[in-house]
T-cell receptor, first 114, second 114 residues
Framework: AQSVTQLDSQVPVFEEAPVELRCNYS??????LFWYVQYPNQGLQLLLK??????LVKGINGFEAEFNKSQTSFHLRKPSVHISDTAEYFC????????????FGEGTQLTVNP | ETGVTQTPRHLVMGMTNKKSLKCEQH?????MYWYKQSAKKPLELMFV???????ENNSVPSRFSPECPNSSHLFLHLHTLQPEDSALYLC?????????????FGPGTRLTVL
C-alpha cells in the first residue's frame, strides 16, 4: 500500500515571500502524484499533477512541483505568495496500475500574512 | 449549475434519524466518489462508482449506504449514525475511473451527529 507524508502541518509566511510545502510518499510501485488546494468552505481543486515526462510540473496560480524519484518526494513551491493563497494544501498519490484510488496526506495549512 | 454540487451543505441529525446526502455533477463524467474528511485526518475514500457500478467499498460501516441511479447523481444514505461520523462528506467525479484523471470535488456536506 502507498502512503503520503506532508512534513509540515502549518506553514506561516509573509506576503511576497517564497514558499515550499513538502510531500514524501512511499510505494512499492510507480505512482502518479497530485497536489490539491482547499479554500475555506470549499471542496478540493487540482493545482497540478505528475503523470510522466518532465519532473518539473507547472500548475495553476503560479505553483510548481518537482518529482524526485530517488528521494520519493513531490514538493510544491511558489516564488512569491499572495494573501489569497491562504488555504489547505493536500498531496496525493495513485498507483499507476489501479483505477483512481487517491491516497491523501494530512494536509498543510498555508497562512499568508500581510 | 456547473461542476459538482452537493446538498444539503449542512446537516444535523440524531443518532436514530435517517437522512440522505445528494451529489450531482454537470461535467459528463463517468466515475463518482464519496470521501470523508475528518479534522486532523487524511481524506478517506469511502465508495467509488464507475459507469453506475460500485467498484470500491473501503470497509465502510453498513450504516452508510451509497446509491448511484445514473452517471450524474450519487447519494449517500445515512441511518443510525454515531457521533464519530460527524465530518465533512465530499463528493467528487472524474471522466473515467482512471489513475490519471483529475477528480473534481463538490463543496461538501458538513454533517453533525448528536
Amino acid at each position: 500500500a502507498q502512503s503520503v507524508t506532508q512534513l509540515d502541518s502549518q506553514v506561516p509566511v509573509f506576503e511576497e515571500a517564497p514558499v515550499e510545502l513538502r510531500c514524501n510518499y512511499s510505494s512499492s510501485v510507480s505512482v502518479y502524484l497530485f497536489w490539491y488546494v482547499q479554500y475555506p468552505n470549499q471542496g478540493l481543486q487540482l493545482l497540478l499533477k505528475y503523470l510522466s515526462g518532465s519532473t518539473l510540473v507547472k500548475g495553476i496560480n503560479g505553483f510548481e512541483a518537482e518529482f524526485n524519484k530517488s528521494q520519493t518526494s513531490f514538493h510544491l513551491r511558489k516564488p512569491s505568495v499572495h494573501i489569497s493563497d491562504t488555504a489547505e494544501y493536500f498531496c496525493a498519490v495513485n498507483k499507476e496500475t489501479s483505477g483512481s484510488r487517491l491516497t491523501f496526506g494530512e494536509g498543510t495549512q498555508l497562512t499568508v500574512n500581510p | 449549475e456547473t461542476g459538482v454540487t452537493q446538498t444539503p451543505r449542512h446537516l444535523v441529525m440524531g443518532m436514530t434519524n435517517k437522512k440522505s446526502l445528494k451529489c450531482e455533477q454537470h461535467l459528463g463524467h463517468n466515475a463518482m466518489y464519496w470521501y470523508k474528511q475528518s479534522a486532523k485526518k487524511p481524506l478517506e475514500l469511502m465508495f467509488v462508482y464507475s459507469l453506475e457500478e460500485r467498484v470500491e467499498n473501503n470497509s465502510v460501516p453498513s450504516r452508510f449506504s451509497p446509491e448511484c441511479p445514473n452517471s450524474s447523481h450519487l447519494f449517500l444514505h445515512l441511518h443510525t449514525l454515531q457521533p464519530e461520523d460527524s465530518a465533512l462528506y465530499l463528493c467528487a467525479s472524474s471522466l473515467y475511473w482512471s489513475g490519471t484523471d483529475t477528480q473534481y470535488f463538490g463543496p461538501g456536506t458538513r454533517l453533525t451527529v448528536l
